[in-house]
């Protein structure tokens, strides 16, 4: 093809000289070719429609052709990029933009741990989103935030809205019941660490796990946090086993691969983009409607009711401390460039966010150095770099024991109640509660510093390369490494900290984590052709990846004057968790592609791991796959409405391991009268334990009419998840609680459709729209153990329970009759999201609604402030099907003390604008007019995030977890910190 | 050809991948593994390992003392964080699946399971153990299961509890009221007999709350003490009297003499859990009404509670007095005194030898400030007296229920509301699958 081109075009170029004065309208068209966020389009193809007259866009993406007659039609197309036709009908300066192509169907989607597929030949359902689609309509608070609602099979949920983020994603339904069930994230090619590590010291003072569910209520940060959205180009989600099996057992909750942007070759481009913007409170829970009366009536405090009204000192505390506006700031300054040996990309961003509590927020400065370099045509390095420094402070919310955190101290606090400080800075005591909640947010401390470096290398050698063959060796090594320091203070001024309210006079902490992946790999990928296009690529490889964490925390108590060193106190507290382990395996797939026709894909992952029984035993994941593009068939022709029908299955398992540590019953130590002595801890190991295995098989369709303006993908699929890792309740007169087993099994079925449209295509005007809509299921179908409730607060306020032939994510509870029945369930009816990204002239319009129909949470923040006599809704009439009882006293009297778990347990419904952004791009003849060539490129614009929020949900947000995010247990709402959206205004430009 | 020369390269690398990279590893990094005790336990471990039990005996105290204390109608226990305590606790309507139910219960056998594991590890040790000291580890161990296994049998009465669990895979048959006392009583005379074979001193420290009760002699005082409370709970008053005999009963000594749970703030130990400072709103012990309403004049065990400044309510509940037995939140909580034993002392001569039940019980009217008794001394009067002064001596402690309990008369235990019960006994958890 190429060749043929060539010679065409030196015979044009002969026929030009020829007859130059012939052509009376020849003439020249040039410009630049860029994307939708200004970068230009290098390598794009134009081509005079219906001649082969064509030509390549340079290194920054400028083209010049020649055309022999006006007026003429001009094709633009790259790959990746949605193709445009433009007349033209004199020599003129044409800039096109080229949006990034609605289908993407010729960009390349990952197939195995070294290769890659075009989409079109893709047979599994990998979602794609890019870096328009993750950062370009707003700013996302976090990574893993920015990808809810935008596309199919995932339940994003925001842990609370604490600044820094504390997320959780399940693909396609619950993977893992006891395991880990959030997904693998890998970025550039490294293991990327996503634990949520716990502050000591918090739950020292809330006591929140003291008699009740071990699980983390500290309210952690999950660190995938920590990398930055605005270096991403690209992430790639393989939901489940069909597509995940590549990574062996750590691939069953899914797998996130996320590239980074790379450099460009030619002119050095530095993009400057400023965002400033504000935090606001979604959703407060509003007053009780006080009166005197009412005062007097519920605490017998109605003169102080009046003194408090006479005096203006009524005070609406939930908008004392949830009312602030958090200022945000956020800088990216990067640069691109290189010449075809060498490539660079380089970033700084600084994120700046304050919550929407005093003395919460989030900094972020994350440095980025993307390196690639061809020492020839086949030796290819390159690295990645990444430097990343945050700080989080996350204030003090969720549930306790001890009336000390803000949330629960709210629920206690009346109008009237005098709570500020004098002018020397002395808090009052709560009249009716153990804290004093302003207090508590202005002079403690919680905050997580982290210090992180991710580095990534590969080296591409092309160890030969023939006529119709050859072969490639891919090597890759990666290492994440961060130290956490979580600092957690309580000064002894605090009411609950006071030895007269039964205080330890100060509480100071600091837990220090240190964590290591590191992770290598060597494959060999060969690939041969026959001359009736038949390919095989064939891979084999070795992996070993290594995962190391050590924690170690000192809680120190009765401090030093208002020193806070672990040292400056009567006792400390230490404890340390160490984690060490490592994976070695194997991988070899082999692809056929039959003329683009048929393309079936088998391979093979084995993998030990030093976290099983036998360590060197070897568990093994198959997978399999075909596509068959029936359009390439030629069952029907060019011009038929149907460009393009592709049928496709693939099957695959994956695993999940065992949480580390899980075959030992292990010691604890503790310490009596001095002595140190070791005490049998609550759970059970289990030498025998297995990984989980899960096994997914996925069948769809994908189809592109009426010129590919209409695509349609659709996938149903259908996991099962054996060896079901369950911390199992055993008889506790055993001396344990709970007890690992591999002892159930479970599905999850399910239906994605994704239907993309190109609405509207003109010159100055295109409309784009996708619209999602997926929906899962999931039962148990197998328990060899006997049923058991999980991840809530028992059945009289609502529980999971993992039972036989139910649903996995129930929720049930006792009834108004005492029964044990199914009151809920967390799973959604289904989920939809629509977005659209419109263009007309130089102003762009982008906006991602995302509806959650059903799905239920256990809501406890109403309940906790009917018992201090708080809540908003506390005299409305709602929940008595009697219509008599006021909501108050009816989830009181007829709830909880009634045994009745039903009103706790809510619709979790929600519909909110996730995004919306608008820009505006300062015309470049402008540019040039008022700066030169210095500017190239300007634009400014507004977004916002979760700007409208329509729920019936009785709280802040239906989105929250007082369990964090791993497990079954989000969903349970216990004084969360609430969530906010956001208001930003922007300017990028590029120089 | 080159198919196949990719399959060639292809089983080259796996087999490089399966024969040269072998794992090593695999460790539980963060504790010693039960089975280190179980297998062989060596001298430096056994006094952690009873410093193991000493503590985990303290794990779950407050939730175990709270309930028994809110049937007994001695004290409410009121928190912000969990209206549990005020709801189904007073109620009586107990779900044998929440903490108030198998907190209590899941600790004591996590203590017992500590004491089983090192039994076992006695038997299998290779140490230098003389035959002394493991019959005095023996004999310490058995009796702080028996105690252990006791405080389980009070609370689940006749729904019953397991006293045989050292197999977790087998689990012994579950023992009512009866059966379990008689069995625990035999395990207390099997390890009075381990300590009197058990030389002058122990092979491992005791805590200072064993202070006085740290050499096998004197600790066969202790267990002859706890054989005094069993047999009186089995009604075998002949018994109580011989083992009290052996114990460390003392009409003339300090009523507070005694074993104790020792609490610190220090390092992984914990803060006495039935501490409260006095007039807090959010968590709140707070007296029984009954309990300043029907005390006689001038008894100075009143002062136990302290008049709050405001008084609590919680859902149609009212305390006016805080429970005030702890100064702070590193005070010693008994484990059992010598005024239980003058307690017990009276009631085992109560039908038989009331003047000398008298005598032992105006010890601790006078210690109370109280004039001697001058009532009746017939077995039912006697009975109330013994009952009033239990109340008051040992207020706060657990006992009012199961004494209500033994004698007959839960039913005159008050409740405050309509919705109130006492019930006879705790179920039996969810999860032993009785």
């Known amino acids: 093809m190429k060749m043929k081109k060539t010679m065409f075009r030196g015979a044009l170029i002969l026929v030009f000289l020829l007859i130059p004065v012939v052509a009376i309208s020849q003439g020249m068209v040039q410009g630049t070719i860029t994307d939708n966020n200004g970068l230009p389009v290098p390598g794009a193809n134009i081509v005079v429609k219906g001649t082969t007259n064509g030509t390549t866009s340079d290194f920054d993406g400028i083209y010049e052709i020649s055309i022999d007659g006006f007026p003429s039609t001009l094709v633009f197309s790259s790959l990746g990029y949605s193709t445009r036709e433009i007349q033209v009908s004199s020599a003129s300066t044409l800039d096109v933009i080229l949006e990034e192509s609605v289908m993407g169907l010729d960009e390349v989607v990952v197939s195995g741990l070294a290769s890659s597929v075009k989409r079109r030949n893709l047979a599994n359902a990998v979602a794609t989103v890019s870096a328009a689609e993750l950062a370009g309509v707003t700013p996302p608070k976090t990574l893993d935030g920015a990808l809810a609602g935008k596309f199919t099979g995932a339940v994003v949920n925001a842990n609370s809205g604490a600044p820094g983020g504390g997320m959780s994603i399940k693909f396609r339904g619950v993977t893992s019941i006891n395991g880990n069930s959030q997904p693998l994230y890998i970025v550039d090619g490294v293991y990327v660490d996503n634990s949520s590590i716990s502050s000591g010291g918090l739950n020292a003072v809330s006591q929140a796990s003291g008699g009740g569910n071990p699980s983390s209520q500290d309210n952690a940060t999950n660190r995938i946090a920590d990398i930055n959205p605005d270096d991403i180009a690209n992430i790639e989600i393989l939901k489940g086993a069909s597509a995940a099996a590549i990574y062996g057992s750590r691939g069953a909750a899914g797998v996130v691969i996320i590239t980074t942007k790379k450099g460009q070759a030619g002119k050095t481009k530095v993009n400057l983009t400023q965002g400033f913007g504000f935090n606001q409170v979604i959703r407060l829970q509003g007053q009780r409607n006080w009166s005197e009366a009412l005062a007097e009536s519920e605490f017998g405090e109605g003169a102080l009711y009046a003194a408090a009204l006479s005096s203006g000192r009524l005070r609406d505390y939930e908008e004392e401390i949830f009312g602030e506006e958090g200022l945000i700031s956020n800088t990216n300054l990067s640069a691109s460039g290189g010449n075809d040996k060498t490539t660079f990309f380089a970033g700084i961003t600084n994120n700046d966010e304050d919550g929407i509590v005093k003395n919460t927020g989030y900094k972020k400065t994350s440095f980025r150095l993307n390196v690639e370099h061809n020492f020839n045509t086949n030796i290819k390095l390159s690295l990645n770099s990444n430097y990343i420094s945050s700080v989080a402070d996350r204030g003090f919310f969720n549930n306790d024991n001890s009336g000390t955190t803000i949330g629960v101290a709210l629920t206690s606090t009346r109008p009237w109640d005098y709570l500020l400080p004098d002018a020397n800075g002395n808090y009052p005591d709560h009249p009716n509660n153990s804290s004093n909640p302003l207090q508590t947010r202005d002079l403690m401390t919680n905050s997580e510093r982290v210090n992180r470096f991710i580095l990534g290398g590969s080296l591409d050698v092309n160890l030969y390369s023939k006529q119709n063959s050859n072969l490639k060796l891919v090597t890759r090594a990666g290492v994440d490494s961060y130290n956490m320091e979580a600092k957690v203070i309580f000064p002894k001024e605090l009411q609950f900290q006071r030895p007269d309210q039964g205080g330890v006079n100060g509480v100071s902490a600091i837990t220090n984590t240190n964590n290591k992946n590191a992770n290598y790999s060597a494959f060999l990928v060969h690939n041969y052709f026959t001359d009736n296009d038949l390919s095989f690529n064939t891979q084999v490889g070795a992996t070993n990846e290594h995962f190391s964490r050590n924690t170690v925390s000192v809680v120190a108590s009765d401090l030093i004057a208002s020193e806070t060193n672990v040292d400056q106190g009567a006792n400390q507290n230490v404890n340390q968790n160490r984690l060490e382990q490592e994976d070695m395996g194997f991988f070899v797939q082999e692809t056929v592609n039959y003329q683009d026709k048929l393309i079936g894909t088998l391979g093979l992952r084995g993998d030990k791991s030093t976290n099983n029984g036998d360590i060197n035993k070897f568990f093994y994941y198959p997978k399999a796959s075909i596509a068959a593009n029936l359009n390439n068939f030629g069952f029907w022709g060019d011009g038929s409405f149907m460009n393009r029908l592709k049928l496709r299955a693939a099957y695959g398992e994956a695993g999940t391991f065992a949480a580390f540590g899980s075959l030992y019953t292990v010691y604890q130590s503790t310490l009596v009268d001095g002595n140190v002595g070791i005490v049998v801890p609550l759970t059970q190991g289990n030498p025998e334990i297995s990984p989980e295995r899960q096994k997914e098989l996925e069948i769809g369709f994908d189809m592109g009419i009426l010129d590919e303006r209409l695509g349609l993908e659709l996938t149903w699929y259908q996991k099962r998840v054996d060896d079901l890792l369950l911390l199992a309740n055993t008889e506790p007169s055993t001396g344990f609680s709970t007890k690992w087993e591999n002892a159930g099994e479970l599905e999850n079925t399910g239906v994605e459709i994704a239907l993309n449209a190109s609405i509207v295509n003109k010159e100055n005007f295109s409309w784009d729209a996708t619209l999602n809509w997926w929906k899962n299921t999931s039962e148990m179908v197998r328990m060899d153990i006997p049923a058991y409730n999980t991840g809530g607060f028992g059945t009289g306020l609502g529980t999971f329970r993992i039972e036989e032939g139910k649903s996995v994510t129930q929720i049930v509870g006792t009834n108004v009759d005492g029964d044990l029945v199914q009151l809920g369930d967390a799973e959604p009816d289904f989920q939809t999201s629509l977005f659209n990204n419109i263009n007309y002239k130089n102003f762009s319009l982008s906006f991602l609604w995302h509806w959650k129909k059903g799905g239920d949470n256990v809501n406890l923040t109403k309940l906790l402030s009917d018992f201090g006599g708080t809540s908003a809704d506390y005299d409305e009439i709602s929940l008595d099907p009697g219509g008599t009882i006021p909501n108050g006293v009816y989830r009181v009297n007829n709830g909880i003390f009634a045994g009745n778990a039903t009103p706790f347990v809510e619709d979790a419904s929600y519909l909110r604008l996730r995004e919306i952004g608008l820009y505006y791009k300062v015309p470049s003849k402008h540019l040039t007019d008022w700066f030169g060539d210095v500017i190239s490129d300007v634009k400014v614009g507004f977004s916002g995030n979760n700007i409208i929020n329509i729920f019936d949900y009785n709280s802040y947000d239906p989105e929250v977890s007082n369990f964090g995010g791993n497990g079954l247990s989000t969903g349970v709402e216990v004084t969360p910190f609430p969530s906010s959206k956001r208001y930003m205004m922007h300017i990028s430009v590029q120089f | ?434």
């Open chain 2, 1 to 434: 050809m080159k198919i196949i020369k990719a399959i060639r390269i292809l089983m080259v690398v796996i087999s490089f991948v399966l024969v040269s990279c072998e794992l090593d590893g695999g460790e539980s990094l963060n504790g010693a593994s039960t089975s280190s005790i179980s297998d062989d336990i060596s001298r430096g471990e056994l006094t952690q390992a009873v410093s193991g039990v000493l503590s985990d005996m303290r794990v779950g105290l407050s939730t175990h003392n709270d309930v028994k204390s809110i049937f007994g109608r001695e004290y409410y226990y009121f928190t912000s964080s969990d209206p549990r305590y005020e709801g189904d606790v007073v109620v009586g309507n107990l779900d044998n699946n929440t903490f108030y139910v198998t907190t209590p219960w899941g600790a004591r056998y996590a203590t017992v399971k500590n004491i089983n594991l090192i039994l076992e590890g006695l038997d299998n040790t290779t140490a230098d153990f003389s035959a002394a000291e493991i019959a005095g580890a023996r004999g310490v161990l058995n009796t702080l299961k028996a105690y252990e296994l006791l405080m389980l049998s009070d609370n689940q009465h006749d729904n019953g509890i397991r006293v045989d669990v050292s197999d977790s895979e087998n689990l012994g048959a579950f023992l009512d009221r009866s059966a379990a006392l008689s069995s625990i009583a035999g395990l207390l005379d099997s390890a009075a007999g381990e300590l009197g074979s058990a030389g002058d001193s122990f092979a491992f420290g005791l805590s200072s709350g064993y202070s006085g009760f740290d050499t096998p002699q004197t600790f066969l005082q202790f267990n002859r003490a706890l054989m005094a409370r069993v047999s009186a709970y089995q009604g075998d008053y002949t018994t109580t009297l011989a083992a009290l005999n052996a114990s460390f009963f003392d009409l003339a000594g300090d009523l507070d003499g005694g074993i104790y749970h020792t609490f610190s703030l220090s390092g992984q130990d914990i803060a006495n859990p039935l501490f409260i400072a006095l007039n807090q709103t959010a968590n709140v012990r707070v007296a029984h009404s009954s309990f300043v309403t029907d005390v006689q004049d001038g008894d100075t065990r009143l002062e136990k509670v302290v008049e709050r400044d405001e008084p609590r309510e919680a859902t149609g509940l009212v305390g006016t007095h805080d429970v005030a037995l702890y100064g702070s939140n590193v005070d010693n909580i008994p484990v059992l005194r010598n005024e239980e034993l003058i307690l017990l002392y009276a009631e085992a001569n109560m039908q038989t030898n009331p003047g000398e039940a008298v005598a032992a019980l105006d010890v601790l009217r006078t210690a109370a400030g109280l004039p001697a008794y001058t009532g009746t001394t017939t077995p039912a009067a006697l009975e109330d007296e013994i009952l009033y002064n239990r109340r008051y001596s040992l207020f706060g402690e657990g006992h009012r229920w199961i004494d209500m309990r033994r004698f007959g008369r839960l039913s005159d235990l008050p409740n405050d509301r309509s919705t109130d019960n006492v019930p006879s006994a705790i179920p039996v958890p969810a999860n032993e699958n009785k």
